[in-house]
């Protein structure tokens, strides 16, 4: 069983920057498109982005456009969640997920999942 793991989340003032990793240690990710989810409290967990196999084909929702980029370095073996300008509405658990080859933008679709890192954006 593949087991995600994600770090780099915590507490960060608004219009501030933070960058998130994801990693299945030891697995290489060149077959799996990565997928980040976010649920903030009381809401249901959404997708912010994601990253096909070869990162030819990246999606966003539009409430991060222009804020986040995601990228991944197959080498080491890690996929990135740029995240900038940041907002009190960004405040969620962040989860990465994991799917063989295509973007997907459904939770159903992906297949392995990380246990979630916080992001509080707060002054």
């Known amino acids: 069983q593949l087991q995600f793991v994600e770090s780099g989340g915590g507490l960060v003032q608004p219009g501030g920057s933070l960058r998130l990793s994801c990693a299945a240690p030891g697995i290489s990710l060149d077959d799996y498109a990565i997928g980040w989810f976010r649920q903030a409290p009381g809401k249901e967990r959404e997708a912010v982005l994601c990253?096909?196999?070869?990162?030819?084909?990246?999606r966003y929702a539009d409430s991060v456009k222009g804020r986040f980029t995601i990228s991944r370095d197959n080498a080491k073996k890690t996929v990135y969640l740029q995240m900038n300008s940041l907002k009190p509405e960004d405040t969620a658990v962040y989860y990465c997920a994991a799917r063989l080859a295509l973007c997907a933008w459904s939770q159903s679709d992906y297949n392995y999942w990380g246990k979630g890192t916080q992001v509080t954006v707060s002054s």
């Open positions: 990253i096909s196999r070869g990162g030819g084909t990246v």
